[in-house]
């Protein structure tokens, strides 16, 4: 099952990571423009006098110097970030409402497998396609650092900064991916699965987008699992903890309830 899984969904899979190859790529390219005098010029003369409103709302409380190749590289990955909640989500959701709406729901309740199996097994299947996006996208971006990064810049310490960077794409990919698979146990598969994601995704920055920009809202940023993982919070050890174990508990919670609930689901075939 875990196989033919995999195989189902590995031209999607491949695509995906793809994409996010020429991504970090084709942004990070840029750097080498970036790393002059003239920008730095720029940055300080001109940019640092924009609105903090502005600034809220790409997610920095100061314009960053993109003369540093963490603070240029930080701020491709928050958007990447984004797309990969989107597709983990998505990989999760299509878990069992695409099998419904295909009718091959009924090929895999005619396999020699209880239902907890069934789930159990597509889990895994799911994180191992997961893996494959963002291992791509690690390994792209090291590749990246070292085509790109200043002579200066040791390339040991350049990866140190950023581990943390690349273990937070497996932890947010991870959460949204148990969170999809969870829903996709719960709902009717009437529901339609990228609106579903992207509510799920950018409602929740939203909230964090405007917790950001109005003081008296601060106390809700925590509801934004990208704010939480943003990188240049990880850079600045800021992490708000809070947040980051709300998102995993509910995730988990959510699923042990859709685990236990999907045994005595009724299925349309």
Not at 16 to 24: F, G, T
């Amino acid at each position: 099952m875990i196989r033919l899984h995999i195989k189902l969904n590995l031209k999607g899979t491949i695509l995906w990571a793809l994409i996010l190859i020429l991504i970090v790529f084709g942004f990070m390219a840029f750097f080498p423009s970036m790393a002059n005098d003239s920008m730095k010029e720029l940055v300080d003369g001109k940019l640092n006098g924009l609105p903090d409103s502005i600034l809220s709302i790409v997610g920095f409380e100061t314009f960053p110097d993109f003369t540093d190749i963490n603070v240029f590289y930080g701020y491709i990955m928050q958007y990447v970030m984004m797309a990969l909640a989107v597709f983990s989500m998505s990989l999760g959701l299509n878990t069992y409402i695409k099998e419904e709406k295909e009718g091959t729901i009924e090929f895999l309740f005619a396999q020699p497998q209880s239902r907890q199996s069934l789930i159990i097994n597509k889990l895994i299947a799911n994180i191992l396609l997961l893996t494959v996006v963002i291992t791509t996208l690690v390994a792209s971006s090291v590749l990246s650092f070292i085509l790109f990064k200043p002579e200066s810049i040791n390339l040991g310490t350049l990866l140190s900064d950023n581990l943390i960077v690349f273990l937070s794409y497996y932890l947010l990919s991870f959460i949204f991916l148990l969170l999809g698979t969870s829903l996709s146990m719960l709902l009717p598969s009437s529901v339609s699965v990228i609106g579903i994601s992207m509510a799920l995704v950018f409602l929740p920055y939203l909230v964090g987008t405007m917790a950001t920009m109005i003081k008296e809202l601060k106390f809700i940023k925590g509801v934004s699992i990208l704010h939480t993982l943003m990188p240049n919070q990880l850079y600045s050890n800021t992490i708000n903890w809070m947040s980051l174990t709300l998102w995993c508990l509910v995730s988990l919670a959510l699923f042990l309830y859709a685990y236990q609930s999907f045994k005595n689901r009724d299925i349309k075939v």
